[in-house]
């Protein structure tokens, strides 16, 4: 008799109250001084008359958002979070709780890792106060997205008498993943089909310009080094030929070869002309 009368007791000074407010996201209702009710009803808090914020949050499929809250009176405890792709009505029962002598709350289940809907659970876990506001990431699911779905965030405690768990929601918007975005695109990127490392107009080995181009640049076919119509040195014959205007020849009648005739073949004329010359002496003598 006397252990149930001090049981009671204990459950008795137990405070029913352990507040939080959610800073961000932004929450979908009104939350008061001090404390940031309402909280209590699930799934967001729904006592009384809520007052929306009409706030909507903007993320993309597969990307962390930081989730943060502020406690504004102390009990051991965590927070999971879960997201309704529909609203409200998809967000997922409170967890079982397993009570003990003396502690209603005394303990509950941690999703590890979370199942869908919940996507994160037994964050924050403490037993001594917060100093200041707290921060987390949770991952949306990569393979997600809505126009007005309903993130929940909810504060499980322990040593607290009924009820064990204080809500807050926030709204989202989720993007897909792939919105505007792609690798390896038809107009830029490496490989891309109008510029980049191998591209169609511009680039190294480019069809237009670019080391080895077809129009211009080192061995270019109109200008360059050696340039005559293609490739080093290159034109209508030999090194040092050329088609228009470079470095080894072309239009300039001081530079051999400017003619596009070879070395060789000035010889062979220069020979033939001396074996002429001594054939006119010898009918002379």
């Known amino acids: 008799m006397r252990r149930s009368l001090l049981t009671l007791a204990l459950v008795a000074a137990l405070p029913a109250s352990a507040h939080f407010w959610l800073e961000a996201p932004d929450a979908s209702f009104v939350q008061s001084q001090p404390y940031g009710d309402p909280q209590k009803t699930p799934p967001c808090g ?3 008359t809520p007052i929306p914020t ?6 993309t499929a597969g990307e962390l958002l930081s989730v943060r809250i502020r406690e504004t009176i102390y009990h051991p405890g965590h927070y999971r979070v879960a997201l309704g792709l529909n609203g409200p009505t998809d967000l997922p029962a409170d967890p079982p709780v397993t009570p003990t002598a003396g502690d ?3 303990s509950t289940t941690i999703q590890s890792p979370p199942v869908f809907p919940v996507i994160a659970d037994g964050e924050l876990t403490h037993n001594a106060p917060f100093a200041a506001p707290q921060s987390f990431n949770v991952r949306i699911p990569a393979n997600v997205s809505c ?3 309903t993130l929940q965030v909810i504060q499980y405690m322990s040593s607290h008498g009924a009820p064990c768990f204080y809500h807050h929601c ?13 690798t390896g695109g038809g107009t830029s990127g490496t490989g891309g089909g109008t510029s980049g490392t191998g591209g169609g107009t ?6 237009a310009s670019g080391t080895g181009g077809g129009t211009s640049g080192t061995g270019g076919g109109t200008s360059g ?3 005559g ?3 080093t040195g290159g034109g209508t014959s030999g090194a040092a030929g050329g088609s228009t205007s470079n470095a080894d020849g072309g239009s300039n009648p001081a530079q051999m070869g400017g003619c596009g005739c070879s070395s060789s073949g000035l010889g062979v004329v220069f020979v033939a002309a001396i074996l002429f010359a001594a054939a006119l002496r010898r009918r002379r003598s």
Do not use: F, K
Not at 54 to 59: M, P, R, W
């Open 46 to 48: 729904n006592e009384g």
């Open 54 to 59: 009409n706030q909507l949050t903007t993320v």
């Open 104 to 106: 209603p709350c005394g």
């Open 147 to 149: 126009t007005n779905c």
């Open 170 to 182: 926030a709204n989202l918007r989720i993007l897909p993943r792939d919105a505007g975005m792609g």
């Open 202 to 207: 511009s680039g190294t080995g480019g069809g």
């Open 225 to 227: 080094t050696g340039g």
């Open 229 to 231: 119509t293609s490739g």
